[in-house]
């Protein structure tokens, strides 16, 4: 596995997440990790990525059942 250079911490800042939800999205994936300067591979860094984005797109989608 490559590593992508790309820091926890960063991650959060660069996607305005909180450190908190990204920890919890690392252990959801079973991403192993130490602390918030731990740097991931870079197949860590996109999974972590493409879930943080799926679930904000997921809650930000309005509810059909109001729609109807």
Do not use: W
């Not at 305005?16 to 731990?38: M, N, P, S, W």
């Amino acid at each position: 596995m490559g590593f992508a250079d790309y820091a926890i911490a960063e991650i959060a800042e660069d996607y305005k997440l909180t450190l908190e939800f990204v920890f919890d999205l690392c252990d959801r994936l079973g991403i192993a990790y130490q602390d918030a300067e731990t740097k991931l591979a870079l197949e860590d860094a996109k999974a972590v990525i493409m879930a943080s984005e799926a679930q904000n797109s997921h809650t930000n989608s309005p509810n059909l059942d109001k729609l109807r």
